[in-house]
């Protein structure tokens, strides 16, 4: 069985950081680019940041200099570092994982696996 499984989320105050983690299994994770994406109450997705197989990473312009993916192939797992954290940044976050490429996609469908998520809240 495929899973996505999202962990770190919670309540964190305006500039606090918070580590997201999502563990991999039923699929081989090394070959697979991964995402995150999220998405805000009352608004539609956003896709955050990628790795690719290789470990070449991409973001968002509105995450760029705050937050960093890494993955870890032998742990099975995706990372999210946030740092600096907005109000804005306040939404659910989720992995996604894709064999073909980095998506830039917020589609879900076009995902090979996608998870059940983690609540991210920036609030004082």
């Known amino acids: 069985e495929v899973q996505l499984v999202e962990s770190g989320g919670g309540l964190v105050q305006p500039g606090g950081s918070l580590r997201l983690s999502c563990a991999a299994s039923?699929?081989?994770?090394?070959?697979?680019?991964m995402s995150w994406v999220r998405q805000a109450p009352g608004k539609g997705p956003e896709w955050v940041s990628a790795?690719?197989?290789?470990?070449?990473?991409t973001c968002a312009d509105s995450v760029k200099g705050r937050f960093t993916i890494s993955r870890d192939n032998a742990q099975s797992s995706v990372y999210l570092q946030m740092d600096s954290l907005k109000p804005e940044d306040t939404a659910v976050y989720y992995c996604?994982?894709?064999?073909?490429?980095?998506?830039?996609?917020?589609?879900?469908?076009?995902?090979?696996?996608w998870g059940q998520g983690t609540q991210v809240t920036v609030s004082s």
């Open positions: 790795i690719n197989s290789g470990g070449a990473t």
């Open positions: 996604a994982a894709d064999a073909t490429a980095i998506l830039f996609s917020t589609t879900r469908d076009e995902y090979d696996y």
């Open positions: 039923g699929f081989t994770f090394g070959s697979y680019d």
